[in-house]
């Protein structure tokens, strides 16, 4: 998987929009940049994947550049339960001979 | 659907007692297979992967083994724990599609 670079921690408020940026300079033709969320006591969350430009879902979304260098993930209107770490990753498992592993995460701590 | 079992949610050993969790996945054939540790604060550390039955590859060795007796289960086991061996310990799977993993709920794994 490629070496991807975040911020190790964030505040924000209620209410708010948290935007994370993931740097990934190194990112190959075929690679998906994925995001997962992780809650504490619990198991990371897949929450959206995308290629190019822009991908939205119900929790979140993604913004890519043309270059692929870097991805944010944007999540509206933050509430204290989206207090969380969250990873992003980018990368082929299968060309990583399906290892998955993970970086440190950005923390990200809402306050009210 | 897809679903991953992954027991006992929590645990307390004694230093130098065996080891031994288990993971099933259901509604998948072949899936990546891959436990992680996290210790309190920290990210997530591959300990071993499987991409099929018999087929283990170790990250972190010490005194942790792994094993696929069957397509859809894995197990991680121990001869003697340590103290360091505490930890939330997960259980994932993928299919080798891009950087996108299911996680389990994780066990909770205390060493005194």
């Known amino acids: 998987l490629a070496k991807t670079t975040q911020p190790i921690s964030m505040d924000s408020y209620e209410g708010q929009e948290v935007n994370i940026t993931c740097s990934h300079n190194n990112i190959a033709t075929n690679d998906y940049i994925t995001w997962y969320q992780q809650f504490p006591s619990q198991g990371p969350r897949f929450i959206i994947q995308?290629?190019?430009t822009k991908v939205t879902n119900e929790v979140a979304s993604l913004f890519i550049p043309a270059d692929r260098k870097s991805s944010t993930l944007s999540l509206p209107r933050v509430s204290l339960s989206d207090t969380a770490v969250y990873y992003c990753l980018v990368g082929d498992i299968k060309a990583a001979g399906n290892k998955l592993t993970f970086g440190g995460g950005t923390r990200v701590l809402v306050k009210p | 659907s897809q679903t991953i079992h992954q027991w006992p949610a929590t645990l307390v050993q004694p230093v130098g007692s065996p080891l031994s969790l288990e993971c099933t996945v259901e509604g998948t054939s072949n899936p990546n297979l891959y436990w992680y540790r996290q210790a309190a604060g920290r990210g997530l550390q591959l300990l071993f992967y499987s991409v099929g039955i018999g087929q283990i590859s170790s990250e972190v060795p010490q005194n942790l083994s792994a094993s696929r007796p069957q397509d859809r289960q894995f197990i991680l086991s121990s001869k003697k724990l340590l103290l360091s061996d505490s930890g939330f310990y997960l259980c994932a799977w993928s299919k080798g599609m891009n950087t996108e993993a299911f996680f389990g709920q994780g066990t909770r794994l205390t060493v005194v």
């Open positions: 995308g290629y190019k």
